[in-house]
């Protein structure tokens, strides 16, 4: 029912009111595009944790924490099982991030090398998008 009048408000209001038909679809893609970027990331971390908590400076046990959180929300996202828990907790571990690099290594936006915190900033309105869509109607 609130998804009929989010609906019907976004037809009155957008230049193409014939793209609402697919949201839900967009937002698959979107939940596939997110979760792939975890599911990799903590599959990488979970494959080579010393390496991991090395060039972040945790613990050993805490790089197969994240690699473990990251794989798990990743593929909770993509499947759309609890994805708006999914989507908590890997904003969670980008705050981590977004801390780490501005107040620990002091990395600008863009950083040397493409390295700055814009990835992750970009990863974390993506997941509000799907927090606050729950997915959209393709969830488990």
Known sequence: MAYAAFFDMIRVM??????????????VLLRLMVG??????????????DARSKGLGVPRGFALFLGAAE????TAVVIGFLAQLASIGLILIMLGA??????VWKTGFWGKDGLGWNYELILVSMLLV?????????VI
């Open 14 to 27: 957008t230049m193409f009111p014939q793209l609402a038909q697919f949201t839900d679809f967009a937002l």
């Open 36 to 49: 792939l970027v975890f599911i990799d990331s903590g599959y990488n971390d979970l494959r080579n944790p």
């Open 71 to 74: 794989l798990l929300g990743g």
């Open 98 to 103: 977004f801390q780490k690099k501005i107040f």
């Open 130 to 138: 799907i927090l606050c869509t729950n997915g959209g109607r393709f």
